[in-house]
Nanobody, 122 residues
Framework: QVQVVESGGGLVQPGGSLRLSCVAS????????MGWYRQAPGKQRELVAGITSGEMTQYADFAKGRFTISRDNAKNTAYLQMNNLRPEDTAVYYC????????????????WGQGTLVTVSS
C-alpha cells in the first residue's frame, strides 16, 4: 500500500465531467499498480478502474467508454477522467496502490485515504 491524497471531486450535473487526481507519497510510484475505487452510501466499495505498473488498464463495466484511468510517474499521480456522469456515479472515490504493480480488489487493502466525494445531481 501507499499513502495517497485524492482530489478533484465535486458537484456536477448529469452528463458532466470531472477529473480526479491521486498523489502518492512514494519515491517508487512507477512500480505501483494503481486503482480507483468508489463507495456509495449503503454499498460496498468497488473497483472502478485500475492501471498496472506496465500501464495495462482494467475497467468496471459501468466505467467502460466513460472513464479513463492514466498515470504520470514523474508526478507520482494517477488520474481518473470521468465523462458523461450519471446520478448513480455519486460516491466517495478512493485510490490505492500495490507495490507489486497489480490491480487489486478493494478487499486487498486494509487502509485507505480520505477519498474525494463526487455528487452527480441536477
Amino acid at each position: 500500500q501507499v499513502q495517497v491524497v485524492e482530489s478533484g471531486g465535486g458537484l456536477v450535473q448529469p452528463g458532466g465531467s470531472l477529473r480526479l487526481s491521486c498523489v502518492a507519497s512514494t519515491n517508487f510510484f512507477r512500480i505501483y499498480g494503481m486503482g480507483w475505487y468508489r463507495q456509495a452510501p449503503g454499498k460496498q466499495r468497488e473497483l472502478v478502474a485500475g492501471i498496472t505498473s506496465g500501464e495495462m488498464t482494467q475497467y468496471a463495466d459501468f466505467a467502460k467508454g466513460r472513464f479513463t484511468i492514466s498515470r504520470d510517474n514523474a508526478k507520482n499521480t494517477a488520474y481518473l477522467q470521468m465523462n458523461n456522469l450519471r446520478p448513480e456515479d455519486t460516491a466517495v472515490y478512493y485510490c490505492n496502490g500495490d507495490p507489486k504493480g497489480l490491480i487489486r480488489a478493494p478487499g486487498y487493502y486494509d487502509s485507505w485515504g480520505q477519498g474525494t466525494l463526487v455528487t452527480v445531481s441536477s
